[in-house]
């Protein structure tokens, strides 16, 4: 995994190369059925998602963790690209981290995805470290689920 800032302050930015086609890779992002088994920072969370994929359709992902607390997500679609790029985004229900924005591209690598991670808008740089580590746990879990897909 490389990880690097776009703007050191509000953004960061990973990328992760997953062995599965761009297009099961893509699909996983965007079915809930599928989100449910690995959008969690880490495997003892519980998670639903609910989704409307079109430019200005909504999504919601609750994540339970282990005590009970719930961490929901919601956003909005901006662009919508099969299988190549999804941009919308990313709120706390609560109220953190609002108006942040995640852009993901997919980039085919022969049977593999090269998956770029954007994510920016950050009102400090506590909650984009709390991002960096949620959305690398994220994306292990990803990794594992679609493993040998091909």
């Not at 999804?86 to 609002?98: K, P, R």
Request: aromatic letters at 8%; hydrophobic letters at 35%.
């Amino acid at each position: 995994m490389a990880t690097s800032s776009i703007s050191a302050e509000t953004a960061l930015q990973i990328k992760r190369v997953i062995k599965a086609r761009r297009e099961k890779v893509f699909q996983a992002w965007t079915d809930p059925e599928q989100m449910k088994h690995w959008c969690a920072p880490t495997d003892d969370f519980k998670t639903a998602a609910e989704i409307d994929l079109r430019v200005g359709g909504k999504y919601r992902i609750q994540m339970t963790d282990p005590s009970g607390s719930l961490h929901i997500a919601v956003g909005e679609y901006k662009e919508i690209v099969p299988p190549g790029k999804l941009i919308f985004t990313w709120s706390w229900e609560d109220g953190q981290a609002e108006n942040t924005l995640v852009t993901l591209e997919f980039r085919d690598q022969g049977g593999s995805t090269e998956v770029t991670l954007t994510h920016e808008r950050f009102p400090s740089t506590e909650s984009r470290d709390k991002h960096q580590q949620g959305w690398s746990g994220c994306l292990s879990r990803l990794e594992r689920l679609l493993q040998g897909i091909a």
